[in-house]
């Protein structure tokens, strides 16, 4: 009883999945999008799927960090040893606080386990849009051109925990297992403390009236080929979303392919993403007959570009420009800027 209502007067698990997110969160490779991150560079910046966001989350964040809780003063609590050479105060403030649970008066005889398993469903909502993660490219057009990536990531999240309280002294020696089921929530990045009643609304990707729930998937199957434009060849883990009253991630290729039914509409767009080629955009409108869509997405590339800039000098008729180019010093910075028609 005690561990339940101060999951719920602490929100111990919406906060610890938030240290999580944070911790795990950047630009770095194989690092959650980030939760505010500003960078000065050009072009598209960094890519997450939504899909690969859950999916690390479940497997990586939840299912090896879980087990690490404890609750000071039960038999099942351990003692983490700091490195050497670290502060034992700041290792404890940093490390082993973050796994330690405010939880008093529990029986220093119990062993208390928490546990996530990763085939559990997480509900997970993100300002994605088309299941892309990414950030909002800004080109300011002033003396020198300057491209901002302004990365921003809302996290609303919620996830089950099973907490295993052993008693080994119950029922005269042959012990007793106690056994509850607890839910960790964040919304909008904080953790949600206290007894707070979730709406239909906090739960808008998953409930039943959902646009994209799978029940509303009542078209004709849709098959889409996706392939390199270059050389025909089959893209794999290409994303495939679908835009109508709500953007949809449906999944991603296998092999080249994706076959999938849709929700019903009539003016619905087909998103194909992969990083490393331009986003192909395919007006569907899904109906009860099976489809058949062939993609060619192009590729990126690389485009050597040679620069030289001509002085213009102010003479005793006026500014004119000089004869002769003079190539940039290996110090300089030129920002070249192209512009798709």
Same mark, same amino acid.
């Given at each position: 009883? !005690?561990? +339940?209502?101060? +999951?719920?007067?602490?929100?111990?698990?919406? $906060?610890?999945? =938030?240290?999580?997110?944070?911790?795990?969160? @950047?630009?770095? $490779?194989?690092?959650?999008? %980030?939760?505010?991150?500003?960078?000065?560079?050009?072009?598209?910046?960094?890519?997450?799927?939504? #899909?690969?966001?859950?999916?690390?989350?479940?497997?990586?964040?939840?299912?090896?960090?879980?087990?690490?809780?404890?609750?000071?003063?039960?038999?099942?609590?351990?003692?983490?040893?700091?490195?050497? @050479?670290?502060?034992?105060?700041?290792?404890?403030?940093?490390?082993?606080?973050? #796994?330690?649970? %405010?939880?008093?008066?529990?029986?220093?005889?119990? /062993?208390?386990?928490? #546990?996530?398993?990763?085939?559990?469903?997480?509900?997970?909502?993100?300002? &994605?849009?088309?299941?892309? &993660?990414?950030?909002?490219?800004?080109?300011?057009?002033?003396?020198?051109?300057?491209?901002?990536?302004?990365?921003?990531?809302?996290?609303?999240?919620? *996830?089950?925990?099973?907490?295993?309280?052993?008693?080994? *002294?119950?029922?005269?020696?042959?012990? *007793?297992?106690?056994?509850?089921?607890?839910?960790?929530?964040? !919304?909008?990045?904080?953790?949600?403390?206290?007894?707070?009643?979730?709406?239909?609304?906090?739960? =808008?990707?998953?409930?039943?009236?959902?646009? &994209?729930? %799978?029940?509303? =998937?009542?078209? @004709?199957?849709?098959?889409?080929?996706?392939?390199?434009?270059?050389?025909?060849?089959?893209?794999? /883990?290409?994303?495939?979303?679908?835009s109508h009253i709500e953007d949809c991630s449906m999944g991603v290729t296998k092999n080249g392919v994706f076959k999938s039914k849709f929700p019903r509409a009539i003016g619905g767009v087909v998103s194909v993403f992969k990083e490393g080629y331009d986003t192909e955009f395919i007006n569907l409108d899904p109906d009860e007959n099976e489809q058949n869509v062939n993609v060619f997405l192009k590729p990126l590339k690389t485009l050597n570009v040679k620069t030289a800039h001509f002085p213009i000098v102010k003479e005793i008729n006026g500014?004119?420009?000089?004869?002769?180019?003079? #190539? %940039? /010093?290996?110090?300089?910075?030129?920002?070249?800027?192209? =512009?798709?028609?």
């Open positions: 009883f !005690r561990i +339940a209502r101060s +999951a719920s007067n602490n929100g111990f698990l919406g $906060e610890y999945v =938030k240290h999580l997110i944070y911790s795990y969160s @950047g630009l770095e $490779e194989d690092m959650l999008p %980030p939760i505010r991150e500003l960078t000065n560079e050009f072009g598209p910046g960094k890519f997450w799927s939504k #899909f690969e966001v859950e999916d690390r989350i479940k497997n990586d964040l939840l299912t090896n960090n879980i087990p690490l809780l404890q609750i000071p003063g039960t038999a099942s609590t351990e003692v983490f040893q700091e490195p050497a @050479g670290s502060d034992p105060n700041t290792f404890y403030s940093v490390f082993t606080r973050s #796994f330690n649970l %405010p939880i008093d008066n529990i029986n220093s005889d119990y /062993d208390v386990n928490f #546990f996530y398993l990763p085939s559990w469903n997480i509900y997970l909502s993100m300002d &994605c849009p088309s299941g892309i &993660c990414k950030a909002e490219s800004v080109l300011l057009q002033n003396i020198v051109p300057l491209g901002i990536q302004d990365y921003s990531t809302v996290y609303d999240v919620s *996830y089950p925990v099973a907490v295993f309280i052993n008693d080994p *002294y119950a029922f005269n020696g042959l012990g *007793y297992t106690f056994k509850i089921a607890l839910e960790g929530n964040m !919304r909008n990045n904080k953790a949600l403390i206290g007894n707070v009643q979730l709406s239909s609304s906090d739960y =808008k990707e998953s409930v039943a009236s959902s646009f &994209c729930d %799978p029940n509303k =998937k009542t078209s @004709g199957l849709t098959t889409f080929i996706v392939k390199d434009e270059s050389n025909g060849w089959s893209v794999d /883990d290409a994303i495939v979303s679908f500014w004119e420009l000089r004869k002769g180019a003079e #190539f %940039p /010093d290996q110090d300089e910075t030129v920002y070249v800027i192209i =512009k798709k028609d």
